[in-house]
């Protein structure tokens, strides 16, 4: 999903895994700036039903395909299009939990966002209890440090939704060393803090 663009009629077109001229056997690189981009017309082809429909089945389908680049570019775009608009994949929540519990460790970028993007859009105390188990593995500390401050960028949502979840949340990110997982505490803590009072 190195872009998105709208045809002239009107459908989304989402290209994924666009190969370079140099190297027709791997793709090239993914940037936040294609994540953007791409978040930004998927955002746009939700304006309509229709389009909304295919853009967010096309987007499910890269997750799940068998292709890494493709997990990676799906589950960062599902993250900056829930952090745009949350609940925007509320129906998918499930599936966003699944692919972030079954990528494997050589995924780790496709892990994390999708953890994001599944808390996110858990709407349901339901969602929220299936995806916490997920969290807590992703939170231990033989995971990639990325890995765990978007786990408990997770958590920190999850708790700001849900009482039961918020005593833990806190405490996860107050006992947090890594710079990264203190930033992203900062970051997530207010909306968590200001739920609970």
Known sequence: MTSAKATDRGKLTVLSGAR???HP???RPW???DAAAAAQAFLAACASPHRR???VRELMEQLVSGDPYDH???AEVARLVSQRQPGALAGYSDLLADAAAAFPDEEWQARGYAIAAAALNAGTAAQRRRL????RERLREEERTAVRAMALEALLVLGARDAAIRDEALE???????PAMRARAKRFLPMAMKSGG
């Open 53 to 55: 429909r295919a853009a």
């Open 132 to 135: 916490l188990p997920t969290i």
């Open 20 to 22: 370079t001229a140099e």
């Open 72 to 74: 990676r570019c799906a």
């Open 25 to 27: 056997e791997r793709p």
């Open 172 to 178: 996860a990110a107050q006992r947090s060393s890594i």
């Open 31 to 33: 940037k936040s700036t």
